[in-house]
């Protein structure tokens, strides 16, 4: 039967963390986005595809103009804005301040959503009252968050207080109360289980040969233990973005010199020759690569396409994000789905991080303003269906899946 690792998290973190999070939810919008979708035998592409960059508008500002929506609320979502009753196809409850999708087929599989300090996880399978449920506040802000199967959330956080007193952690926040920083480790890419352990995949500072940062699996019972290597997570010229493990299988993505590149290693760090969406990507040119993620069964690689500096012309290309998808063993592009339209560039909106569970792609949204990280609401591949849906959550954030147990 399978048992959510969510049960234990709500049963023990509720009982002992106190703090009330603090969140600054964006008005309600309507439920469901469904786009009409063309389908091979091969490849699924957004019907968006279809639609050209002239006529594609760019994502709207966080404001809009007084009065364009009568007597109804504007929503700024990643696909634009709209007008919705709030009092229709959404719940909101006040004393948590979190929006709950009202919609039976806009289910995700359990979340843990992370939004500046608070926490809080989502479970479509909870009476509709008791889906999005508080867990605590961190005390940096938060980059990026996992949760462990014993109810441990792991997060990357950050202070940023004063730019010289500006630094990265990655914390486990344990059932307990407890809060516990993983020596060295600065940067957090995802929780794993490795040869049985159950660990965080981690940027590590100075723990490489010649004193390079170390891309290292640590042991979330023993933090001293390491349970993995898998190369330098930054050296000259030569940085990891983001880094997805699954079933013995890890992807990095890192940018090289004036390029990305998009790699597989095992846990041994030992490259695995497969195809790669660099292999064929010009020098110093568009389009962006970036947020390489594997499904559960290794058998797929997905990665977001965007806006990017091109050197031959000393400017940027605006482009819309796409989020491609590919069969690893065949090599054959299994899905291709537009989820922004064109914007002038990484700042205005960037995919953050990019999760495969198998039945959904949850595609993490960001934007730069005035440096400082806006989360906007993700956007949600729904893959259950003959023809994949699109929508959007209510309630932005950094969502990540919640690991099952059994």
């Known amino acids: 039967m399978r048992q959510s690792a969510v049960l ?17 939810a964006s008005e309600p919008e309507d439920d469901t986005i469904e786009l009409s979708t063309t389908t091979s035998s091969s490849t699924t592409t957004s019907s968006s595809s279809t639609t050209s960059s002239s006529t594609t508008t760019s994502l709207p500002a966080t404001t809009v103009p007084a009065g364009v929506c009568g007597d109804l609320v504007p929503v700024v979502t990643a696909g634009g804005t709209r007008c919705v009753d709030p009092d229709a196809d959404t719940a909101y409850d006040v004393d948590r301040n979190w929006f709950t999708p009202n919609d039976a087929d806009a289910l995700l599989p359990p979340v843990v959503i992370a939004e500046w300090r608070s926490v809080a996880v989502y479970d479509s399978d909870q009476p509709f009252d008791e889906r999005v449920q508080p867990l605590f506040t961190a005390e940096g802000i938060i980059y990026e968050v996992r949760m462990a199967t014993d109810g441990s959330v792991v997060v990357e956080e950050h202070w940023d207080e004063e730019p010289e007193e500006y630094w990265p952690a990655v914390t486990v926040y344990r059932p307990d109360g407890s809060r516990e920083e993983l020596e060295g480790a600065i940067q957090l890419f995802d929780v794993v289980v490795i040869d049985g352990v159950e660990a965080a995949i981690v940027s590590r500072l100075g723990a490489g ?15 001293g233990l390491i349970v993995g290597r898998f190369g330098a997570a930054n050296d000259s010229e030569y940085g990891v973005t983001h880094f997805d493990y699954a079933a013995g299988l890890g992807v990095a993505t890192a940018w090289a010199d004036l390029t990305e590149t998009v790699h597989y290693v095992t846990s041994d760090g030992e490259d695995v020759p497969l195809g790669s969406p660099t292999d064929d990507l010009a020098y110093n040119s568009a389009p962006f690569i970036t947020a390489a993620a594997l499904d559960p069964t290794a058998s797929r690689v997905t990665w977001a396409e965007g806006p990017d500096w091109d050197g031959p012309t000393e400017a940027v290309v605006p482009a819309a994000w796409w989020i491609e998808s590919r ?26 991080s990019i999760h495969h569970t198998g039945t959904h792609v949850i595609v993490n949204l960001m934007s730069w303003v005035d440096n400082s990280a806006l989360r906007r609401q993700p956007f949600v591949i729904d893959l259950r269906f003959e023809e994949p849906q699109e929508w959007t959550p209510d309630f932005p ?6 690991p099952t147990i059994g």
Request: net charge negative; charged share 20%.
């Open 327 to 352: 069969d690893l063993g065949s090599g054959d592009r299994v899905l291709g789905w537009q989820v922004s339209g064109v914007v002038a560039d990484t700042n205005e909106l960037s995919v953050d």
């Open 8 to 24: 234990i998290a709500l049963l023990l973190f509720v009982a002992a963390c106190s703090d009330d999070p603090v969140t600054e």
């Open 397 to 402: 954030g950094i969502y990540s899946p919640i």
């Open 209 to 223: 040969e010649q004193g390079v940062d170390e891309l290292v699996a640590l042991s979330l019972a023993d933090p």
